[in-house]
């Protein structure tokens, strides 16, 4: 059987709920969007301080992992991303950040037009109803609830004043007219609840009669004719369906499948396609390529008291916490887990913060504890500390030419060694912040790195073996004019008509900061690119 439409919608995530929500806005246009998990119904997508559950368990995600890590002594690493309605941006961390406006102007520097931080500021406003209100930055009629985490269990006031110590400023927003300090932690929260995309476009308009969303769909290839898109294969329920797009395909896969798509299409470097037995359709070497993230590492404190979130895990706790949250969507279980982000310089003669720290008052790896469950953890506060301009990159590539393979995925972290070197003077920024007073009087000492990594050399040694990355994967589909772009800043796949791409893996880099509000920009851009209109028109 085959479905005929306007548009053919392929991942519901950051940016594909977004593009088939505003694309299904006029009735007159028929929407498909195509979903290859279930619907985002477990109440712990929902809850904030539940999100390590859902992003490391099995609720609507793709547990992937990384090819031996060459640089990082052969280590594989996790790398679950959204496989539910809002994709990643339904399992993330939920954190507000849209990067720094000289990572959009140099999009713009290198050909893209339409890309410069004036060009983008709008579409960020577009998209979120801000706890500011409306003013130059911030919009406040947009679908995305974003609110700040407040709460005495954050520890705001002593990192704030330890982060001043350290000649760290002060940062009202760090998405307004500077990046550079310390600001209160913003999520997409709203009321006590996750802000996904999901829930901000796709179950507001999932009643639109032109819109139809199939879960549990996941795509095979997409069908070309005479050079132009024209039709999806997907699985649904063991049958192999097929739906026709009368005008375009917008593919949402996000940085690994997005690529996965393309290459299981016949779209990508011909060689390799086919040693897998792919019949090439059109030779595009850059699809897969240019694979991007920011490498992360963290540090832990023992606190001396009993201070910070890990008290709300006792299970006796943790279960009147969830009541409460049920009730009336409030208390610890309504808060991220962050309590503040950092931005800054670590060398002269910068034009933009390199480093981020996000703060944390509880271990990154606490868990629920108590009599007869666990027994009581260390009192920690913690922080993910990051290099925002990595320059290393990696590529994703099939593993076989059956879709229902995960991709190969190899980050190539710290392939550059200016990387690591950023890394070293990002620990030593969060030990600087956390060896002020007031911290220094509320912690034991340091747990991680801990003792022994005093040198460069010791701290890069832990950082090969302890980094990871921080799930902002971007670029392996990326805008460009040379021969290894895939898509132009229309976000048309170079070489085949009626097909594009619309999501993080069309950023030429990974942008200073975290990458959910960003993928949702581009599907607000790409909406009005596929449908030739400007922002307010």
């Keep these: 059987m085959t479905t005929q439409v306007d548009y053919i919608v392929v991942g519901s995530g950051s940016?594909?709920?977004?593009?088939?929500?505003?694309?299904?806005?006029?009735?007159?246009?028929?929407?498909l969007l195509l979903e290859a998990g279930p619907p985002d119904r477990h109440p712990f997508q929902l809850m904030p301080l539940a999100f390590p559950k859902v992003a490391w368990g099995r609720i609507g995600?793709?547990?992937?992992?990384?090819?031996?890590?060459?640089?990082?002594?052969?280590?594989?690493?996790?790398?679950?991303?959204?496989?539910?309605?809002?994709?990643?941006?339904?399992?993330?961390?939920?954190?507000?950040?849209?990067?720094?406006?000289?990572?959009y102007d140099r999009w713009f520097e290198s050909g893209l037009a339409g890309w410069r931080y004036a060009d983008v500021l709008p579409y960020f406003k577009r998209l979120e109803t801000s706890w500011r209100g409306e003013g130059p930055f911030h919009g406040a009629q947009g679908p995305v609830q974003i609110s700040r985490m407040e709460g005495p269990d954050l520890l705001w006031e002593p990192l704030l004043a330890s982060a001043l110590a350290a000649?760290?400023?002060?940062?009202?927003?760090?998405?307004?007219?500077?990046?550079?300090?310390?600001?209160?932690?913003?999520?997409?929260?709203?009321?006590?609840?996750?802000?996904?995309?999901?829930?901000?476009?796709?179950?507001?308009?999932?009643?639109?009669?032109?819109l139809v969303i199939q879960t549990e769909a996941l795509a095979h290839r997409i069908e070309v004719a005479n050079g132009r898109a024209v039709s999806v294969h997907y699985q649904q329920r063991g049958q192999i369906q097929k739906a026709h797009a009368a005008r375009e395909i917008i593919v949402c896969g996000g940085a690994f499948n997005s690529p996965q798509l393309l290459l299981l299409s016949g779209i990508g470097p011909a060689d390799e396609l086919r040693a897998l037995g792919i019949e090439p359709v059109h030779d595009l070497p850059g699809v897969g390529r240019n694979l991007s993230d920011h490498p992360n590492i963290l540090n832990e404190y023992e606190l001396k008291g009993g201070q910070g979130l890990t008290r709300h895990l006792r299970w006796d706790r943790a279960a009147l916490a969830v009541v409460r949250w049920k009730l009336n969507r409030s208390g610890p279980f309504a808060l991220t887990g962050t309590s503040a982000n950092v931005f800054a310089r670590t060398l002269p003669g910068l034009d933009q913060p390199d480093i981020q720290m996000m703060t944390l008052p509880i271990s990154n790896n606490a868990e629920l504890w108590g009599p007869g469950l666990a027994r009581r953890p260390p009192f920690r506060l913690a922080v993910r500390t990051g290099y925002l301009q990595p320059k290393s990159r990696g590529w994703v590539k099939l593993r076989s030419a059956n879709p229902a393979d995960p991709p190969r995925i190899l980050l190539n972290l710290f392939d550059d060694p200016r990387d690591l070197e950023a890394m070293v003077r990002a620990v030593r920024l969060s030990r600087s912040v956390y060896a002020q007073e007031p911290l220094r009087d509320m912690i034991r000492g340091e747990a991680l790195p801990g003792p022994g990594t005093d040198d460069d050399e010791a701290l890069k040694e832990h950082i090969r073996r302890n980094a990871g990355h921080r799930s902002h994967p971007v670029g392996t589909c990326r805008m460009g004019h040379d021969a290894l772009a895939v898509v132009d800043e229309q976000l048309r796949v170079r070489g085949i008509s009626g097909l594009r791409v619309a999501d993080a893996s069309v950023m030429p880099d990974v942008p200073s900061g975290n990458t959910n509000l960003p993928a949702i920009m581009v599907g607000e851009r790409a909406a009005d690119l596929v449908l030739g209109r400007s922002i307010g028109i």
Aim: net charge neutral; proline share 6%; with cysteine.
């Design 167 to 210: 000649g760290v400023p002060f940062c009202d927003d760090a998405n307004g007219a500077e990046q550079d300090g310390i600001s209160q932690m913003e999520a997409t929260v709203g009321g006590g609840v996750r802000s996904s995309t999901a829930q901000a476009y796709l179950h507001p308009a999932k009643q639109r009669a032109n």
């Design 61 to 103: 995600t793709w547990q992937y992992k990384t090819e031996p890590e060459p640089q990082l002594h052969g280590r594989q690493l996790d790398y679950p991303r959204g496989r539910t309605l809002g994709g990643t941006s339904s399992i993330n961390a939920m954190i507000a950040i849209r990067g720094h406006r000289r990572d």
């Design 15 to 31: 940016a594909g709920a977004v593009v088939a929500a505003r694309l299904s806005e006029d009735p007159a246009i028929r929407v």
